[in-house]
C-alpha cells in the first residue's frame, strides 16, 4: 500500500541532518535570467561547495510585461532567485557538495540529477525551512540537469509552479579546457489554465523560455563567418522539442537523458537542421557560419514559437513597407536570433554573384477550401486549385535554381526553405532573414518574389511558410523538396516521398499522409530496392511510424540513409527494424528491399491517443 505524502514528509524531516525553522510566507522577489556564463559555487581544497535555495519568485520572462508570475525557482545562497538555477560545472573527479535549503512554505521540496552519471536513486527531499546536502565524485563527462519538484511530479508531468526549478550540470573531461564562449541553453515552462483541473485553477498562464527569456527577449547571439559554435542544450520541460537551426547544419556530438550522457565517436556522429529532445534531455552540438546574415534557432512545434495569449492585432499587424515590426510581434517562446557577420578580410564576400540560374520555376501560392503551394507548369492553373501537400519541388545539386513566389492568398505569406544551406535573405522569415538593409519582405497579396538556391548537398528537404504558422501551416502550406546528383533523375516508382501534415478534411482539419487520412495503397515489387522518404510537417505532434508486416505486425528492416537531408556515416548506415519517432521538422531517408510478396503498412500513430491511425497500405507482388 503507497505512503501517504504527509507520512512520507514526516520520514523525511526525522531524517534531515539539518533542521531550520519553517520560513515565513514573504512576497516573491524578482527573477533574474541565468544565461549560464558564470559557474555557481566555490572551489576550495579541491572541492566544490555550492549552495541552493528554492523560493517562491517573480518571474517575467516576456520583459516588458507589467505583471509577473509566481514561480518557484533556485537561487544561490545570498544571490538573486535565477531561471534557470545557478550552473555547477565542475571538472572530472571532483569532489562536490551541494546544500539544498527550502525556503518555499508549507511544500515539501523533492531535488533529482544531483549525482550526475550515477546509476540508482537520486532523489533528495528537503521538508519545508530544511536544509539537505548531497555529496558526489563529477566521475562521468557529459550535460547533466538537476531539477526539482513540490508537485511530486515526473519531470514529463510537471508544468506548475515547479516547472522553473531546474539548472545545467556540466562535468568537463580532466584535462581540457572548457571553451570560453561554448554556450548552455536550459528551456523551461509554466502551463496553468483556467479551464483545467490542475491545480491551482482560476488562472490562466502559459510561458515557454530559454534561459529565463521569451522571444523577443532572449538573447542575440553573434557570430563571425567560419567560427566554430559550440552549444549545450537542456530541455527541463514536460514536453519535447524539436529544436530547428535556420541555414545551417549542425554536427550532434553527445545526447544524454539526464542521467547518462553519450559522446559519439567520430564514425557515429551526424549532422541534423532538427534535432528531437525529449523531455530531461541534453544535446551537445556545434556548427560552423559559412554565410552572414541573420538566422534563427527555434523550436519547430507552432505553439511553442507563437504568442500567447495571442497579441493585438494592432500588434500583429503586417505591413509590406515595415517588415521589421513582424518578428517582434508574430513570434514569442523558444526562438532565439543569431547573427553572422564576414571577418575583416572577407568583407563584400557575401555580395558575390551567384552563377546564373539554370533552371526557373514559379511556385503558386494558391487559396480554395484550403491553402497551398503549386508548381506551375506550362500554363498557369486555375486561381482555386490546390495539391495537399504542396508540389513536389526537385532540384539539383550544385546547380543553381530561381523560384518565384507568387502569392495569390488574400493574405501575405513567406517560404522558408527549411534544411537548405542558402543566403540569408531567402530564408523566409520577413523582416529578420538577410543582412544590414537588405531583408526578406513579406510576399503581399498579387505580389511575388524570387528567391535564388545553390544547394550544396543532395537529400530530402521541406518548403513552408513561416508567416502566421499557427493558421497557413494547417491549411496546407508545406510541401517536398528533393535535390538530387548531377544526372540522377527522380524516379516516382522506387523513391516514396511521405510527407506527415495537416488539412482541412470534411470542414475541418485533420492529420493526413500525402493529403489524405487513408492514402491509395501502393503496389511494389519484392527484391526492389526503394527509398523511403519520411517528413514531418504536422504543426504540433511527434509521430510514431513503423513499417510492418500485416500478418503479425512484425516490423521490417529497413536501413538507415540520411538524417534531415544529409546522409549518414557508414557506421551508422547498418539495418534496424523499422520503427522511430520522428519530431516536427524532421526528415529521415531509408532503403527498404522487400524480399517477398506480402501486404505490409506504413502506420503513424500521434501521441493523442484520440487520433486516428494514419495508415499506408502496401501490396508487395
Keep these: 500500500m503507497p505512503m501517504h505524502p504527509r507520512f512520507l514528509a514526516a520520514l523525511a524531516l526525522a531524517a534531515m541532518p539539518f533542521i531550520l525553522r519553517p520560513a515565513r510566507s514573504a512576497a516573491p522577489v524578482p527573477v533574474h535570467p541565468n544565461d549560464n556564463r558564470v559557474p555557481a559555487g566555490a572551489v576550495r581544497g579541491g572541492i566544490l561547495t555550492l549552495h541552493l535555495e528554492a523560493r517562491l519568485a ?7 510585461v507589467d505583471s509577473a508570475v509566481t514561480v518557484q525557482a533556485f537561487a544561490e545562497r545570498g544571490g538573486p532567485p535565477r531561471i534557470p538555477g545557478p550552473l555547477l560545472r565542475a571538472r572530472q573527479g ?19 540529477g544531483l549525482r550526475p552519471g550515477a546509476a540508482g536513486d537520486d532523489t ?13 565524485r563529477a566521475d562521468v ?39 570560453p564562449r561554448e554556450r548552455i541553453f536550459v528551456m523551461t515552462l509554466i502551463d496553468i489554465y483556467a479551464d483545467s483541473s490542475r491545480p491551482p485553477t482560476k488562472e490562466d498562464v502559459w510561458e515557454v523560455a530559454i534561459n ?21 542544450w537542456i530541455n527541463g520541460t ?22 547518462a550522457d553519450t559522446t559519439y565517436v567520430p564514425g557515429e556522429r551526424r549532422l541534423a537542421v532538427t534535432e528531437l529532445m525529449e523531455p530531461g534531455s541534453t544535446a551537445r552540438i556545434e556548427w560552423v557560419p559559412a554565410r552572414a546574415g541573420n538566422w534563427l534557432m527555434h523550436c519547430h512545434m507552432i505553439p511553442h514559437i507563437t504568442p500567447y495569449p495571442a497579441r493585438a492585432d494592432t500588434l500583429r499587424t503586417h505591413d509590406a513597407h515595415d517588415v521589421t515590426r513582424h518578428p517582434a510581434s508574430s513570434m514569442a517562446g523558444l526562438v532565439l536570433g543569431i547573427t553572422t557577420v564576414d571577418a ?3 568583407a563584400g564576400s557575401n555580395e558575390r554573384a551567384a552563377s546564373p540560374p539554370r533552371d526557373h520555376q514559379r511556385l503558386l501560392a494558391q487559396e480554395a477550401r484550403a491553402d497551398s503551394y503549386v508548381l506551375q507548369r506550362g500554363t498557369a492553373p486555375r486561381r482555386d486549385s490546390v495539391e495537399i501537400p504542396g508540389s513536389m519541388l526537385v532540384l539539383t545539386r550544385g546547380a543553381t535554381t530561381s523560384i518565384t513566389v507568387v502569392n495569390h492568398l488574400a493574405k501575405p505569406t513567406t517560404v522558408h526553405w527549411h534544411g537548405l544551406e542558402l543566403e540569408s535573405v531567402y530564408d523566409g522569415v520577413s523582416g529578420w532573414s538577410g543582412a544590414g538593409a537588405r531583408l526578406a519582405p513579406l510576399v503581399a497579396p ?32 508545406y510541401g517536398p523538396l528533393l535535390v538530387l546528383e548531377p544526372g540522377e533523375r527522380y524516379d516516382p516508382a522506387t523513391d516514396l516521398v511521405l510527407v506527415l501534415g495537416q488539412a482541412v478534411v470534411g470542414g475541418k482539419v485533420q492529420a493526413v499522409l500525402n493529403g489524405r487520412t487513408e492514402p491509395a495503397p501502393l503496389a511494389l515489387q519484392a527484391g526492389t530496392r526503394y527509398r523511403l522518404r519520411l517528413i514531418n510537417m504536422l504543426p504540433v505532434e511527434p509521430a510514431r511510424v513503423r513499417l510492418h508486416a500485416d500478418s503479425d505486425s512484425t516490423p521490417v528492416a529497413w536501413r538507415f540513409l540520411a538524417k534531415d537531408g544529409a546522409a549518414l556515416a557508414r557506421a551508422r548506415q547498418r539495418p534496424a527494424p523499422a520503427e522511430l519517432k520522428v519530431g516536427v521538422g524532421e526528415t529521415y531517408d531509408f532503403e527498404w528491399t522487400p524480399a517477398a510478396p506480402a501486404d505490409v503498412s506504413l502506420v503513424v500513430r500521434l501521441p493523442d491517443p484520440h487520433a486516428p491511425l494514419l495508415r499506408q497500405r502496401i501490396r508487395v507482388r
Excluded: C
Design 58 to 64: 517573480a518571474w517575467r520572462p516576456d520583459a516588458d
Design 344 to 346: 575583416p578580410r572577407r
Design 141 to 179: 563527462p557529459g550535460t547533466y540537469l538537476y531539477w526539482g519538484t513540490t508537485s511530486r511530479s515526473a519531470i514529463d508531468e510537471r508544468w506548475g509552479r515547479d516547472g522553473q526549478l531546474t539548472g545545467a550540470i556540466v562535468v568537463d573531461p580532466a584535462g581540457a579546457r572548457p571553451d
Design 212 to 232: 529565463g527569456r521569451s522571444w523577443p527577449h532572449t538573447e542575440r547571439l553573434r557570430y563571425t563567418v567560419g567560427d566554430t559554435a559550440r552549444w549545450r
Design 238 to 259: 514536460d514536453r519535447s522539442h524539436p529544436m530547428h537551426l535556420h541555414g545551417f547544419h549542425f554536427r550532434v556530438l553527445a545526447k544524454g537523458d539526464g542521467h
Design 124 to 136: 533528495v527531499q528537503v521538508a519545508p525551512g530544511a536544509t539537505r546536502e548531497v555529496q558526489f
Design 94 to 112: 571532483a569532489e562536490v557538495r551541494v546544500t539544498i535549503r527550502n525556503l518555499i512554505p508549507d511544500s515539501t521540496l523533492v531535488v533529482r
Design 446 to 477: 498579387r505580389d511575388s518574389f524570387t528567391v535564388v538556391l545553390t544547394p550544396p548537398r543532395a537529400g530530402t528537404f521541406i518548403y513552408h511558410t513561416h508567416m502566421d504558422e499557427e493558421d497557413q501551416l494547417p491549411n496546407g502550406m
